[in-house]
T-cell receptor, first 114, second 115 residues
Framework: DAGVIQSPRHEVTEMGQEVTLRCKPI?????LFWYRQTMMRGLELLIY????????DSGMPEDRFSAKMPNASFSTLKIQPSEPRDSAVYFC????????????FGPGTRLTVL | AQKVTQAQTEISVVEKEDVTLDCVYE???????LFWYKQPPSGELVFLIR??????QNEISGRYSWNFQKSTSSFNFTITASQVVDSAVYFC????????????FGKGITLSVRP
């Protein structure tokens, strides 16, 4: 079975550019999560969806960040415009039922903003 | 509000030593779920175990064992006869259940196992 798929695995961009990260959750999972991990702040939840509906976006740092889940098998996290402080590893995770089931994580996207 | 404390930040042991990673949680809910994840140097986060608040039985999986004690709000993780491949960051996490509940992670413990 395929796990959570994220693309790209690595992204290097210049400040001010738009960045789009993509995620395909495990088939049959109803919840999807976006996390950011940095040395300074550790693992932070940015936003999560249940049945494609955003439930909690309180972790989204600024209006520059937006996330969508147009269907059960695809989600995007967009940063526009990007800044150097956005450099981090971004993880997508999915679970059968948020809060109850374990989350399975994708391999992450390492973002570097120059 | 929920909180997970992993007081140990870094642990270094020699191969074959036993090591225990501590996790203390806080919640006022009676129904909750506890998790451990491993993040090896390659970076991915790997699910290890899930435990609900109504099941205080300890669990053993090979060299791994978990001790859940509600009386002390702890969910500790022991690796027996550690190996170099156990070197990783280990995260403890908590959710209080409910479809709209999210996972609260501890800050993680970096375990280094030296040959």
């Amino acid at each position: 079975d395929a796990g959570v798929i994220q693309s790209p695995r690595h992204e290097v961009t210049e400040m001010g550019q738009e960045v789009t990260l993509r995620c395909k959750p495990i088939s049959g999972h109803n919840s999807l999560f976006w996390y950011r991990q940095t040395m300074m702040r550790g693992l932070e939840l940015l936003i999560y969806f249940n049945n494609n509906v955003p439930i909690d976006d309180s972790g989204m740092p600024e209006d520059r960040f937006s996330a969508k889940m147009p269907n059960a098998s695809f989600s995007t996290l967009k940063i526009q415009p990007s800044e150097p402080r956005d450099s981090a590893v971004y993880f997508c995770a999915s679970s059968q039922l948020a809060g109850v089931s374990e989350q399975f994580f994708g391999p992450g996207t390492r973002l570097t903003v120059l | 509000a929920q909180k997970v404390t992993q007081a140990q930040t870094e642990i270094s042991v020699v191969e074959k030593e036993d090591v225990t990673l501590d996790c203390v949680y806080e919640t006022r809910d009676t129904t909750y779920y506890l998790f451990w994840y491993k993040q090896p140097p390659s970076g991915e986060l790997v699910f290890l175990i899930r435990r609900n608040s109504f099941d205080e039985q300890n669990e053993i999986s090979g060299r791994y064992s978990w001790n859940f004690q509600k009386s002390t709000s702890s969910f500790n993780f022991t690796i027996t006869a550690s190996q170099v491949v156990d070197s990783a960051v280990y995260f403890c996490a908590l959710s209080v259940g409910g479809a709209n509940s999210k996972l609260t992670f501890g800050k993680g413990i970096t375990l280094s196992v030296r040959p």
